[in-house]
Each structure stands twice: as C-alpha cells, then as structure tokens.
C-alpha cells in the first residue's frame, strides 16, 4: 500500500514552468507505475502522463506532448512532472497516482492509489 502526497503547485503566468512532486511513502515503490492526471470543476479526470516502474516507458496526453516530462526516482521514492511553456488551458488540480503494475497506463481507473492534489493556475 502506498500514501502519496503532492507538492509544487501555485499560480505561474503563462509561459512560464513548474515543477510537481509527488512523495510516495510504503513499500515496494518500484513496483508501481505512476501517473499524473488532472481536473477542473465540472470535468471528468483526464490523463497527463504516465511512467512505467523503470522509466523505460513514458506517455503523454497530445495536449502536453513536448511541454511536459514525467520522470521518477525510485530510490527516493518519487515522481515528478516538468511542466513548461504552461498555457491557461493546464489549470486544473494535478494529482498523482500509483497502479500496482510494471506497465504504465492512461486510465484512471486503473490506478489504486491517488494523492490529495495540488492547485496548479495559470494566468493570461
């Protein structure tokens, strides 16, 4: 089982870059893959990107391809995402995610763990 926490959101103009982390705490980290996804009021999560257990595989949603970059440190039992040239559209609470697989995945429902989100806005 796995606790994880979310930090490094705030209010950036756009253009601009931030850094989330997500702080796993548990056993076998390594054994997770991990995902980042996002949501506004009103809206459905959708998916940001995801990395498998040794980083070897990465996916993004089209809407963030070249602008954002998952990564992750196992031995620190970390995941984060590198957010750049944020447009206004990426407001949203960001939260990350564990799924007990090797495998990365894009589907919300298929990862067990979540964190409690942080506030990323992002001014015009």
């Known amino acids: 089982q796995l606790s994880l926490k979310e930090s490094g959101g705030g209010l950036v103009q756009a253009g601009g870059s931030l850094r989330l982390s997500c702080a796993a705490s548990?056993?076998?980290?390594?054994?997770?893959?991990m995902g980042w996804f996002r949501q506004v009021p009103g809206k459905e999560r959708e998916f940001v990107a995801t990395?498998?257990?040794?980083?070897?595989?990465?996916y993004y949603a089209d809407s963030v391809k070249g602008r954002f970059t998952i990564s992750r440190n196992n031995a620190m039992k970390m995941a984060y995402l590198q957010m750049n040239s944020l447009k206004p559209e990426d407001t949203a609470v960001y939260y990350c995610?564990?799924?007990?697989?090797?495998?990365?995945?894009?589907?919300?429902?298929?990862?067990?763990?979540w964190g409690q989100g942080t506030q990323v806005t992002v001014s015009s």
């Open positions: 995610a564990a799924r007990p697989s090797l495998i990365a995945d894009t589907d919300p429902g298929r990862y067990d763990y």
């Open positions: 548990g056993r076998d980290f390594d054994s997770y893959a």
């Open positions: 990395i498998s257990w040794t980083g070897s595989a990465k």
